[in-house]
């Protein structure tokens, strides 16, 4: 079924249910138990019974991560009686008894195969568990990365609420790589499937302040809303109190904007705490703007 069929408007939506009713394995790709789409597996009858229809759709906002990919792997699993085994990995619960089972015929029309197919999974799947799977990684930046860096450095979205200044060619974001990101103690790309789209980075006080660290982040803002800087802030605190990157550091430090909201909830979720709110604090784009200041000390615990 070609994607762009698919409306979400509760009429479209009834002629789907009805459409897909006579088939049991229409499965709703679901992140944090929403529905962001479907997978579905037609078995064909009579002369046809040898083969099967598979046909997905998923909402715009998720292309591109390789959901629709891994959903149709599960779904062609299920058919290979695989199902129960990939739903635990990611780990899906199973809702209490046993689940209720559905029985179908799966193969060639010579030697069908009948597989039993669990129904009654519940999917919780949630987004940590998806992003760990699809690696949000942190690593230093290389000259190479320049087009990628390009891309969330010249996102107007990213400029507008951060302290950041455009970089309008790629001489301009070279020179930053190499006189901001390279020299810099703690600078590191974060990426999404092996690729950079955004920074964090951890300044380390010097002197008498060593004993602190500033964090600041920014990401491309397609990728916003996914829970990947939560996992990158997270990502930080550990190697800077587990694995001990700067073995003076007693505290992170987060300044943030009091108009960015999101800001605030990446604090929030990972466990840095609101100490106050610095009034006309700093001059962001000509504007002085007051600034929540968030800290995470050695011995905070962070938020799963
Ligand atoms: C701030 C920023 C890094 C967040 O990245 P992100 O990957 O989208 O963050 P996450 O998905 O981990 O979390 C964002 C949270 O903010 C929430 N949020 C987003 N916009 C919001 C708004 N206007 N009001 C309230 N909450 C909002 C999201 O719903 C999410 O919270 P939830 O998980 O409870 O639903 C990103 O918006 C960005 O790069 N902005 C521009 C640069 C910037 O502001 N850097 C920080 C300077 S201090």
Known sequence: MPCDS????????SFFLRWTGGYWNLRSICIDDRSIGFVIIMPQSG???????????LSAEYWGHGIATRAV???INEGEQ???????????LKEGGEPTTVACYWGSQSSPKRCTIARAWHTPLNQAQILSEMEVKLRPYQ???????????CDDEVIRTSRLRHYTSREDAHDYLKEVAFPHPWYRAICFEDRPIGFI???????NERCRGQISY????????????TMAVKMVISSVF????????ERLEGFVNVDNKASQRVMEKTGFQKEGVLRKYILVKGKIIDVIMYSFLKTDQIIN
């Open 201 to 207: 980075c951890v300044k380390p006080g010097s002197s």
């Open 6 to 13: 698919v409306r979400c408007h509760r009429a479209q939506l």
């Open 218 to 229: 920014a990401l491309g803002s397609k990728y916003w809303g996914k829970g990947i800087t």
């Open 47 to 57: 002369d046809d019974q040898c083969r099967a229809d598979v046909g997905h759709a």
């Open 82 to 92: 695989g199902f129960s085994g990939v739903l635990d990995k990611l780990g899906f």
């Open 73 to 75: 792997k599960m779904a």
């Open 242 to 249: 587990e694995f001990k990157e700067f073995p003076d550091i």
């Open 143 to 153: 000259l190479s990365d320049v087009d990628d860096f390009m891309e969330w450095a």
